[in-house]
C-alpha cells in the first residue's frame, strides 16, 4: 500500500470503463507520481486518509474525516449534484468535473440525428428490413436554421461540427451579450426562446437541466416550432415535456425528434415515445467514447501541477472555503 499517494483512483467505474485504465492513463501522464487504484473498500478508506488527489464519481462522506492531505476531488461526471459538496467545502477541498470531455461524442450524434431526419435514412433502414427496393424523398439539411439552446462545451461542439453545412445558427445562452460561435445570439427569455424556435428546423437542446430549464420545451413551444421541425434532446430528459413531445410527434405538430435522454429514464418498454416512428431514441449513449480516460486523465494530471503553481484549476465547480 503506498503512503501518502498522490492520486487516488476510487473502485466504482462509469459507462462500463474500467477503472484500472484510469489509473493506467494517469501514469502514462505522471510518470513521476503516485497513482493508485484502490480496488476495495478497505483500500478507499487507508488510502484516501492520505491522498492528495481523489477521482472517481462521488466519495463517501465517511472517508472525508480522516483525509487531512486532501486538495482536491476530481468527479468524473460532469454532474456534481451526487457529490457532498458542503462536506467538501468545509474541508478546504477542491472539486473538479468532467465537463466537455462528453461533448465530441455528443456533437457528433446530435449532427448525425439531423443527417438521418434531412436524408431520411431511418426510412431507408425500415425498407432495408423488408427488403424493399422502393424510392422515397430526402431533404439538405442545407439552407436549415438550427437553434442550438445552451452555449457550452456541447452546444459549441455542435455549432463547430454544423459550419460545414451551410446552415444559419441561433445560440441560446443565459448572457447573450457575452455572444457566441453562432449566426445569432438570444437569451432565455420566453419571447426570444419562441422566435427562435419559430424560424428552425432543427431545435437542439444541449443546455443543463436547472430549475430555469425544467420543461423549457413544453406544448407552447412545439406549437410554435414549424411542422417540419425536429428536436433533438442531448441534455436531459426533463427539459423537455414528455406528454407535451408525445402529442405533438403523434399529430405531427413536429416532424420528428430525436433522444438521447427521456424523462422517465430509462424509458419503459411500454412508453409510447418507442411506437412512434417519427421518434428515434438512443440509451443515454451519446457522450460515450473511446477516449474518455485519456481526456480525463488530461484534465485530473494537469490540474495536480496546478494545484503545486497556484494556477486555477480545468473544471473547477467548487473552491476551497478561505480559512
Known sequence: MSENPDI?????????LSM?????????????????HARTPKMERELVADARVVTGITVDEALLARADRLELFACTFAGTDHVPMDVLGER?????NAGGIHAPGIAEQAVGNMLVFSRRLHEGWRRKRRS???????????GSTVTVIGLGSI????TQRLQGFE???????????KGGPTNEVVGFDEDAIHDALSRSRYVV?????????????????????PTDAVLVNTARGPIVDTDALVAALRSNKIRGAALDVTDPEPLPADHPLWDLENCLITPHTGGHTPLHWDRLADIVAGNLERLETGEPLENQVLAPEPN
Open 8 to 16: 487516488v483512483v476510487l473502485r466504482e467505474g462509469t459507462e462500463g
Open 20 to 36: 484500472e485504465s484510469y489509473a493506467e492513463a494517469l501514469r502514462e501522464r505522471l510518470p513521476d507520481r503516485t497513482v493508485v
Open 92 to 96: 478546504g477541498v477542491a472539486v473538479t
Open 132 to 142: 424493399e427496393w422502393r424510392h422515397f424523398q430526402s431533404g439538405e439539411l442545407t
Open 155 to 158: 452546444g459549441q461542439a455542435v
Open 167 to 177: 446552415v444559419e445558427t441561433i445560440g441560446v445562452r443565459y448572457t447573450p451579450e
Open 205 to 225: 437542446v444541449a443546455c443543463p437541466l436547472t430549475e430555469a430549464t425544467r420543461g423549457l420545451i413544453g406544448e407552447s413551444e412545439l406549437a410554435t416550432m
